[in-house]
C-alpha cells in the first residue's frame, strides 16, 4: 500500500462526511479528534460547504480539498463517526483506519431509490393530514409528492444546476395536484400542492444552517442559509407559475 499521512485519513474522512450533510463543527471536531489519536495533537481544520483546509503542525503544508457534489446521507455520516470512534480507542491502524475509509466511500449506503420515492409518497399525504386537509385529498397529495420527487431526481441527473431541478420538481407536482383536482380526485388544490412540496423543503439544510451559526461558523451558516433560501424560492417559484396559469 502507498504511504499513507494522518493528513490523508483526516481529510478523507471529512470529504465524506461534509458530502453526506453533515455539520461543519461535527467535519472539524472529528478532523481533529483523527489526528490527536494518532499522535498529531496540534492541527488545524477550515470547513466551509464548498472546501476544506487541514494542516498539522511541523507536517508538511496545509491541504485543500474542493466539494463539489452534497448531499444527505446521514448513514454515511454515521458510519465515518463509527471509524473516527475506533481511531479515538485505539482499535486501527492508520492503514486500517484509511483502508476502511476508502471501502466506505465507494460504498452506496443510502436507500434505493424506489423506498426514497415510496416515502416521499407516503410522507406527502401524512402532511395534508397534518395541515387539516381532507381525506379525499391525502391520495392525490401522495401521488403528486412522488411525481415530483422522482422528477427532481431524474431532472438533476440531467441538468447539475440544483435550482433548476427543484423548480421542475416542484413545477411537476403542482401541474399534477391541480389536474387531479380538475378530474375530479381531491378537492382542495391548496392542501395537495402544500403536501406535495413538503418532501422538497431543505429542513436539514435549515437546521444545520442555524446550527452552524449557533456554533459561530458564521461564513458555513450563512452560505447554508442561501443555498435553504433559494431551494425555497425555487420550489415557490415552480408553484407560482402553475397558479398563475
Known sequence: MEDIHV??????????MLQSGAETYRVEDTM??????FGMPHSHSYVTPTGI????????PARLIRIVERSTDLQKVTLVNSISRQISNGELSLAEAYAQLKQLENKNVAYPLIWQMIAAFVASGCFVVMFSGAWSDVFPACFAGGLGFSGLYYVHRLIKTKFFAEFFAAFLAGVTAVALVKIGFGSNVDKIIIGSVMPLVPGMLITNAVRDLMAGHLVAGLSKGAEAFLTAFAIGTGIAVILAM
Open 7 to 16: 493528513a490523508d485519513v483526516c481529510l478523507l474522512a471529512g470529504k465524506m
Open 53 to 60: 483546509i487541514f494542516a498539522i503542525d511541523g507536517a508538511g
Open 32 to 37: 481533529v479528534r483523527i489526528a490527536a489519536a
